[in-house]
């Protein structure tokens, strides 16, 4: 297990705790920071980018594929459903009417119609698309994505964590297993750190945290306990969140008016921005749930389209916005859910689809991958994958060649079990080639 | 079942237990240490000296009733000049009521891990289950076997809650098998589900065969209406602001569970119902399979059942098992003290797998007496107990601990209740808590954490009201130090303690600001947070 007992932060073990503690009795504001933020993203691609990072759009409760990145326009009616289909920025590529202004950015986008998964529960499947494994019980607990990107790419100059989760709705299979909590998401809902400001004046909050730090040096001189040297180091890192540059990249009104309308305006739209600021601060992974619910059992038809809505317009100016900084390329976005949808309407007028793992779709942009691209085909149902069918393991193998981790790389389980990165059970798990220039 | 509304923390314990039981305690505490002392010899490690009082009396009401002790209860035991007053001790908290709350505490968790799914079930009937149980000192073979075969629906019969929620929203049979042999063997044989492990001694036999006795087990709410109308139990509530929950609970059907996710793999479809050891039951009886499991289980014969409780509680007494993992024994992994580990289970076993009587012989050794010293996992030392090793509060034990010093309505938050599952406390350890399985020894805590207890709002005024509460009280600057050491870290301060205090007082001109801050500082650090 990566416990907390070991490696203090090497950029913090260089400064005597005194001098830290000093540095942080200049009370910062967000506001303090916001020409230097703005001028971030530029700098940060002007002195070259140091990683890669990765915004996951989750759609949770699994969005039907036909209705949105998969439809069968000659499909029968109680397959393919009333929506229409449209044409996108790429001759040849059609998506449903739900998505207007990302299909404006589907040049940049690859759209993988071929996702075939076990897990047809929801726990299950945001477990297994997080993580990559399957739940297995035991009391093991696999790393998401999201914290081995924290650990992998994290550099020194972040003083926040690696892994921030923008809204507070589920975050099962979020979880930093057996890589240790130091590596767990930070959860800013609507942009906020929970506590993340003291309870008292600044100057106050100092002189506690010195003589706090006095009382537990002389604890440590006396007991040279492993978890006192972690609790300390701790809480350094805490207060370096608390007094961090970075917390600037949450607040959005420092962006103009226009654009937050380009986002949309909503919580959705709002958090893609918030993802954006938060990849030019440096954070290597970002999550952002979707605000409404896929798990449209029935009155998919009445409930979809605002579900939809928010997100099109979030993720086609994130797409767009990013690429307009010049930060697509080192930005990985990925649109998925923990499945799709059966194909066949399950009712009559206030008809649903119920969940559906054997095949479905899933949408990776920027990063660097070939764009105005369909991988993978499903058949005149979409009912079953008939070529190129992607498990989990390959699409983990995939986000790991594209942000640069080994997916090979071992981490110890309680027990001292080995277990790679990505799982690969019965065969080597495979990036998808076709995204690779 | 007799709904006890769980009084909070802050009650002094009072409740004397029983005597031993004819010093077979004391005879296998001596045997623990011969055990430990012989290796110690070996390797010529030197041995700590026994804590002192105020260590040792922190350390055990952490350990048996999950909170510090209060100042008055610290200074009673300091000024005692009774030679046995540390045996005495020991004697009144095992087998109090805040004794038997503890362990429910504990047990709760592991029977509902916190990342189960069960939308049918809630943790408050289990645990009040639990609390009597382990009040009345019901033997631990009589529990399990409740666990592992009741029937009935949860409200009636909170016992069956634990095949109320799995990883999807009920237990399914192979999780039923990983949890159980878990808990209750003390063997990990989650690998053997998918595949035999080249080493260890488990295969897919012993794994499916094992699920074979949990594959009729089925969850439903269908119950005659008497049933259904009753209260779920709920701690610290009116038990029918619980009722919205539906009444499901658990049932032994005839066909085999639909719910076998994931499916089992074809070449063990035929695999029978069998034990770990190999026999396989009559199965021709109609009685229901868990029951039959649950037989084996709990004979005095089988001897991993006394081994896995043995060292789950030699692990919450010591920060390690003498098998670690503390859930893995086999072959291949070795118990660190091999006839020790033997002959405490074997005496477990014979004296009727009596809870108390294992705690009271575990407390009474030398090797749980001694004061700690440098501690990592690795740590010769550690594993071989030459001193004591520090251990993090648990999330509980935290949450108790600071309810003791700051008071309700700092500890409150939005709840209304706060030991209800639903409210402040169940909130606070799931937060403060990022793992199931939290290493005792490590500092397993992150960075949201630490936001949390360095900044809650609601403490500031807490901490103000304590500071003024002994003010008034004390005369001295120093009397007054020396109270919020007692009050935090249940010791006196020492002279250093003293001068680094006083000399923060007088950089303050605000009086109350300057003690509010001692506080302040005192539960955030270090020594609050570990149990030495």
């Not at chain 1, 090497?10 to 503690?21: H, K, L, N, P, Y």
């Not at chain 2, 080249?198 to 049933?227: C, H, K, S, V």
């Not at chain 2, 034990?275 to 009559?282: C, I, K, R, S, Y």
């Not at chain 2, 600071?402 to 606070?428: C, N, P, V």
Request: aromatic fraction near 8%; glycine fraction near 8%.
């Amino acid at each position: 297990m990566d416990s907390m007992t070991t490696t203090p932060e090497s950029d913090t073990a260089r400064i005597s705790r005194r001098e830290f503690f000093m540095r942080a009795q200049v009370p910062l504001t967000a506001a303090t920071f916001f020409p230097y933020l703005n001028a971030l993203g530029t700098e940060a691609i002007a002195c070259g980018v140091k990683h890669k990072s990765c915004i996951l759009l989750f759609m949770d409760g699994g969005p039907s594929h036909i209705d949105t990145f998969d439809p069968k326009p000659e499909a029968p009616d109680e397959y393919r459903g009333p929506l229409n289909v449209i044409p996108t920025s790429v001759p040849g590529i059609h998506i449903s009417e739900l998505f207007p202004h990302f299909a404006r950015q589907i040049h940049h986008a690859a759209i993988i119609r071929s996702m075939s998964t076990p897990e047809n529960d929801h726990h299950r499947g945001r477990y297994h698309l997080h993580t990559g494994y399957r739940p297995l019980g035991g009391g093991l607990v696999h790393p998401s994505i999201g914290s081995i990107a924290f650990k992998e790419l994290r550099t020194t100059e972040l003083d926040i964590p690696g892994y921030i989760h923008l809204n507070d709705g589920n975050i099962r299979g979020c979880a930093p297993g057996y890589l240790g909590p130091r590596y767990q998401v930070l959860i800013a809902r609507d942009g906020k750190v929970a506590n993340a400001n003291s309870s008292v004046s600044p100057n106050v909050f100092s002189a506690r945290l010195e003589l706090l730090t006095d009382l537990d040096e002389r604890f440590h001189e006396e007991h040279a306990f492993s978890a006192t040297e972690a609790h300390t180091t701790l809480r350094e890192q805490t207060v370096r969140v608390m007094n961090s540059r970075h917390l600037a990249a949450f607040d959005i009104s420092a962006e103009s008016a226009s654009l937050r309308k380009d986002y949309g305006n909503t919580r959705f739209g709002d958090a893609c921005m918030r993802a954006r600021r938060l990849v030019e601060a440096g954070v290597p992974f970002i999550e952002v749930n979707s605000t409404g619910r896929w798990d449209h059992h029935g009155n998919l038809y009445q409930q979809i389209p605002s579900v939809a809505g928010e997100v099109d317009r979030g993720m086609a100016e994130l797409v767009r916005d990013l690429h307009d900084r010049g930060m697509l390329e080192h930005t990985l976005v990925i649109w998925m859910g923990e499945f799709g949808r059966t194909p066949k309407l399950n009712g009559g007028s206030d008809s649903g689809r119920d969940h559906y793992s054997k095949a479905w779709s899933i949408v990776l942009a920027g990063g660097g991958i070939k764009g105005g691209q369909v991988i993978g085909r499903t058949d005149r149902l979409a009912s079953t994958v008939e070529e190129r069918p992607v498990s989990v393991s390959d699409l983990m193998a995939t986000i790991c060649k594209i942000v640069g981790i080994d997916p090979k790389k071992e981490y110890n389980a309680p027990g001292s079990r080995p277990i790679p990165v990505v799982a690969s059970q019965s065969e080597e798990p495979k990036p998808i080639v076709e995204l690779f220039g | 079942l007799v709904i006890s509304l769980s009084a909070f923390a802050q009650e002094p314990v009072t409740a004397a237990s029983g005597k031993l039981r004819n010093g077979r305690e004391i005879e296998l505490a001596q045997f623990v240490d011969r055990q430990i002392d012989a290796q110690l010899t070996d390797r010529n490690l030197p041995i700590a000296l026994p804590a002192d009082d105020a260590t040792f009396i922190r350390r055990i009401y952490l350990d048996l009733t999950g909170r510090i002790p209060l100042p008055d209860e610290v200074t009673d035991f300091l000024e005692n000049s009774d030679v046995e007053k540390r045996t005495e001790l020991i004697q009144r908290l095992v087998g109090s009521p805040a004794f038997a709350r503890h362990l429910a505490d504990i047990w709760t968790p592991l029977i509902l891990p916190k990342r189960t799914a069960g939308f049918s079930v809630t943790r408050d009937g289990l645990f009040l289950w639990l609390e009597q149980e382990f009040g009345r000192n019901t033997p631990w073979s009589d529990i399990a076997y409740e666990l592992i075969s009741s029937s009935g629906p949860h409200n009636v019969n909170p016992a069956v809650s634990m095949f109320m929620a799995g990883d999807s929203t009920t237990l399914s049979p192979n999780e039923a098998t990983d949890l159980i042999a878990r808990l209750f063997l003390g063997v990990q044989l989650q690998c053997a589900q998918c595949h035999d492990h080249p080493f260890a001694q488990w295969t897919q036999q012993e794994y499916w065969g094992m699920a074979r006795f949990f594959e009729r087990t089925d969850i439903t709410n269908r119950w005659p209406e008497e049933l259904r109308s009753r209260a779920i139990p709920t701690v610290g509530r009116k038990s029918e602001q619980g009722a919205w929950y539906s009444p499901y609970g658990v049932l032994d059907t005839n066909r085999k569970n639909p719910r076998h996710k994931p499916p089992m793999p074809d070449r063990v479809l035929d695999v029978p119902a069998r034990f770990l050891n190999g026999e396989q039951p009559d199965l021709r009886s109609s009685q229901s399979l868990r029951r039959i499991f649950a037989d084996w289980l709990v004979a005095t014969e089988n001897p991993w059942f006394a081994k896995a409780m043995v060292n789950r509680v030699w692990w919450q007494l010591f920060g390690r098992g003498l098998v670690m993992p503390v859930d893995d024994s086999r072959a291949d992994n070795r118990a660190t003290h091999p006839q020790l580990f033997d002959r405490t289970a074997q005496e477990f076993a014979v004296n009727g797998f009596d809870l108390q009587f294992l705690f009271k012989a575990l407390l009474l050794t030398k090797a749980y007496e001694r004061a700690t010293g440098p501690t990592g996992n690795d740590d010769e030392n550690h594993i071989h107990y030459a001193h004591r090793a520090a251990r993090v509060m648990s999330s509980e034990q935290l949450f108790d601990s600071l309810l003791q010093i700051l008071g309700e309505d700092a500890m409150r938050g939005r709840s209304k209740e706060i030991r209800w599952s639903k409210g402040a406390r169940a909130a606070f350890v799931t937060f403060m808590t990022p793992d199931d399985d939290v290493d005792p020894i490590a500092f397993q805590r992150g960075v949201p954490q630490l936001l949390y207890l360095l900044n809650q709002r609601a403490y500031e005024n807490a901490l103000l009201e304590r500071v003024q509460e002994v003010v008034r009280r004390e005369r001295t600057s120093r009397d007054i130090v020396d109270q919020l050491y007692l009050l935090v870290l249940g010791r006196h301060p020492d002279e250093k303690d003293l001068t680094l205090m006083l000399s923060y007082g007088s950089q303050h001109e605000g009086k109350l600001e300057a003690y509010a801050g001692m506080l302040w500082a005192l539960i955030n650090s270090s020594e609050f947070n570990l149990i030495r």
